[in-house]
């Protein structure tokens, strides 16, 4: 250790895993022991020779403020990638771009969306929600009515059950972690405890399940068992601290966290109370996982726990040897994360990652690893781990059990299997260029 680091208590730059990893506790400190740090690594100039020369905008007044403001001209690449560019009719879906976002959460214009009739647009003066079936007094609430009552909010991630399906393929697809795993994203939600609403309107206690059901053009609906209802569901009216977005759900929603996507309906409309499940189209034939040995998997609610690396990932690449930080999403629908392992050599070694709080229930949560790359070929990796004891599973072993797909249907990224949380692999060669690999 150096005698700076020494002085200052700083922890050391020493590898702790193979191909390159540093102790996680070096981001975990004080700022002057990141800066120091990377200092001492030598990626970071010192200040600059000569004094800073006054730029054009600098000598101009700006542009006025606009009521509502939007992304620089310079952002105009960081946008969703859409499954029907040109209007064509069919399930539309809109990836979120994690390889060009930092943080936690997914701003409320690149939340992931998948539409399977279009976008309605709904008057939320004339939007209706209704609860009835087996109940003492069917209730009904418009946007007006539900904002009345104490809202309540949470961090929660919505994932569709279809993210990540491309990585059932055989061989793995290059493209971006957009295209990968875009079709999950995480926000702070607000809105009304589900429970409070079927509470109020005297649910009857032999009912097991509810069928909630969407004012889209196909009615969307699907089974929801009560115990669900009444441990953290939400009916939201507020994304990020603003009205939901048309097309994740406007004017209101149900958010079951940790649960598959399709499964949280948007444009909500009808809550019926029942004793069995509706056997409904796309729980039994849309989102149903099928199993090796043609069995099917129905039912299976859970998002389970998952990551990936955002940066560096394919799209990017590493310009010159030095320290990098690996930086990524961890999630999983049964809890919180614990921790995160990160590998650089495919799985031969692993390092603790730093996790940047706070740290919520059924929510993302960001990891960093600082990496000193030596321009050697390397492997990297991602493995998280959530309160429950729950490990994300090696690729091997998830084929083992979930299968692959032996080839793609209707898009070139909409594959069959659903429910795919193994581990992501990025190869860096030496020139710095990255690809997907399976390892």
Not at 51 to 66: F, H, I, Q, T, Y
Not at 116 to 136: Q, S, T, Y
Request: proline share 7%; aromatic share 8%; hydrophobic share 40%.
């Amino acid at each position: 250790m150096s005698q700076w680091r020494r002085r200052h208590g700083a922890p050391s730059l020493d590898v702790v895993a193979g191909n390159g990893l540093i102790d996680r506790r070096v981001l975990l400190g004080r700022g002057i022991t990141i800066a120091g740090g990377l200092a001492a690594a030598g990626t970071v100039s010192g200040a600059a020779a000569e004094p800073l020369v006054d730029a054009p905008w600098s000598r101009a007044v700006g542009e006025p403020m606009p009521a509502v403001q939007t992304p620089s001209a310079f952002e105009k690449d960081v946008t969703r990638a859409l499954s029907n560019p040109n209007g064509e009719f069919r399930t539309s879906h809109a990836r979120t771009p994690h390889h060009r976002l930092g943080g936690t959460v997914t701003p409320n214009g690149l939340h992931f969306s998948i539409n399977h009739g279009g976008v309605p647009n709904i008057d939320p003066a004339e939007h209706k929600l209704v609860i009835h079936g087996m109940v003492r007094r069917p209730l009904e609430f418009t946007l007006e009515s539900l904002a009345r009552y104490p809202l309540v909010t949470r961090m929660a991630f919505v994932e569709c059950a279809g993210n990540s399906a491309p990585m059932f393929a055989k061989e793995p697809l290059q493209t971006t972690v957009q295209m990968l795993h875009g079709l999950v994203s995480n926000a702070e939600w607000t809105g009304v405890p589900l429970s409070v609403l079927l509470d109020e309107a005297g649910i009857d206690p032999t009912a097991k399940w509810l069928v909630a059901e969407g004012a889209d053009a196909q009615f969307l609906d699907r089974s929801v068992p009560v115990k669900k209802a009444y441990d953290d569901a939400l009916i939201a009216i507020y994304q990020n601290g603003e009205h939901l977005m048309p097309g994740n759900g406007y004017p209101m929603r149900l958010l079951l966290p940790g649960y598959q996507g399709n499964m949280n309906v948007k444009y909500l409309r009808r809550i019926k109370v029942i004793d069995q499940p509706a056997y409904s189209y796309f729980e039994t034939k849309n989102y149903s996982q099928i199993l090796p040995g043609g069995k099917t998997w129905r039912f299976h609610f859970l998002m389970e726990v998952k990551s990936f690396i955002t940066h560096p990932s394919f799209g990017h690449s590493i310009k010159q040897p030095g320290l990098y930080a690996i930086s990524g999403l961890a999630y999983s629908g049964t809890g919180r994360i614990s921790k995160v392992m990160v590998s650089a050599d495919g799985g031969k070694s692993w390092g603790e990652a730093a996790l940047q709080g706070p740290i919520h229930d059924k929510a993302f949560t960001r990891f960093v690893m600082p990496w000193r790359w030596d321009g050697q070929p390397a492997i990297l990796q991602s493995r998280a781990y959530d309160d429950g004891g729950n490990v994300q599973p090696l690729r091997a072993e998830f084929v083992a059990l979930r299968g692959e797909a032996s080839r793609p249907v209707a898009t070139p990224l909409t594959f069959p299997n659903q429910h795919y949380n193994s581990i992501t692999s990025w190869a860096v060669d030496s020139s710095g260029a990255i690809k997907h690999v399976y390892a």
